[in-house]
Nanobody, 117 residues
């Protein structure tokens, strides 16, 4: 039914950039908050950024200035532009949608981002 599919992950050298995309299906994205989370090996899943239906954004404090989140409601997509990547950014990145109407979260299966020399 509900599916979130991420793409755009891969390997990059420190200082490089990647753009992640997430496409949602089987869900009405109006009245939702869309976002990105990440989970590094041995660590808990953490919030990266969110964007509301109206376009208001929130970023984890340490990532402000390097990452940019955006959404396209007509295409049911959310994006994460990642610049000046560091080795500590290495993680599996997950797309998330929080539905106000159902009060539940939907998750993608994740895409691997590896930053190394």
């Amino acid at each position: 039914q509900v599916q979130l599919v991420e793409s755009g992950g891969g390997s990059v050298q420190p200082g490089g950039s990647l753009r992640l995309s997430c496409t949602a299906s089987g869900i009405i994205v109006s009245s939702t908050t869309m976002g990105w989370y990440r989970q590094a090996p041995g660590k808990q899943r953490e919030l990266v950024a969110t964007v509301s239906d109206s376009g208001t954004t929130y970023y984890e404090e340490s990532l402000r200035g390097r990452f940019t989140i955006s959404r396209d409601n007509s295409r049911k997509m959310v994006y994460l532009q990642m610049n000046s990547l560091k080795p500590e950014d290495t993680a599996v990145y997950y797309c998330n949608i929080h539905s106000f109407s159902s009060s539940i979260n939907f998750w993608g299966q994740g895409t691997q981002v590896t930053v190394s020399s």
